[in-house]
């Protein structure tokens, strides 16, 4: 599938484990009316405060499983030890009808997207140090640590996949107003990109020439 004038864009968010990315994806979304996050299928089990089709659609293994067979998900990939998946249609539908998709997704996952949608825009949020990573995953408690120890460890792999992205913000502490906006400044550019642009092909509709 190619992107047209009337197609939204595709925005893939990566980040580590507790890099803050839930925080920036929702704040993005209160500012930007014509985006929409894709709300991913995990077999992990909730935490604390999540809720069903609004954090993630939360299913059995089986249940995914079923699914991969389908083909209903754009990618998907075992991270840690469950799995996660893009729901296709939602995706393709909202793209379709000129909404901007927001995917915040792992480096697996972003890779693979980026074989389907190479237009789409690929954003990496760094912590501001490693220590800084390894304090916020403790402070919230919500993991073990072998669980904690895990996602760290993780972190050298994302590293290593960062090149592939379009843009690297850093998620300084308590600046999440800063990170949102730099996202912003990116998304506003892009949509101005040439190929993004709907006013000129307006013009040339009208059969003006330059
Ligand atoms: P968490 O369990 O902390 O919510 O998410 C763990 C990791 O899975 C995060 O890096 C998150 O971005 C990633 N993730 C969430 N949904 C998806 C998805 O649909 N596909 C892939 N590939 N990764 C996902």
């Known amino acids: 599938m190619t992107m047209n004038n009337q197609e939204g864009l595709l925005i893939v968010i990566s980040g580590s484990s507790g890099v803050g990315k839930g925080t920036v994806c929702s704040k993005l979304l209160e500012s930007q009316p014509n985006m929409k996050l894709s709300v991913s299928h995990t077999t992990r089990p909730p935490r604390e405060g999540e809720k069903e089709g609004i954090n993630y659609f939360f299913t059995s293994k089986d249940a995914f499983e079923a699914n991969i067979e389908n083909d209903a998900y754009l990618e998907w990939a075992r991270v840690y030890d469950d799995y996660y998946g893009t729901p296709r249609d939602f995706v393709e539908q909202n793209l379709n009808v000129g909404i901007d998709t927001l995917l915040e997704i792992d480096t697996q996952g972003a890779i693979l997207v980026k074989e389907k949608f190479p237009e789409g825009i690929f954003i990496f949020l760094l912590p501001p140090s490693y220590a800084a990573l390894k304090a916020r995953l403790e402070g919230r408690n919500t993991e073990t640590p072998e669980k904690i120890a895990k996602r760290l460890s993780q972190f050298q792999a994302e590293l290593a ?13 308590g600046k999440v107003d800063e990170t949102v906006a730099k996202i912003q400044a990116i998304i506003m550019a892009e949509h101005l990109k040439f190929e993004h642009s709907k006013d000129y092909t307006v013009f040339s509709m009208e059969g003006d020439t330059l």
């Open 161 to 173: 996949r960062v090149p592939m992205y379009d843009y690297v913000v850093v998620n300084e502490e």
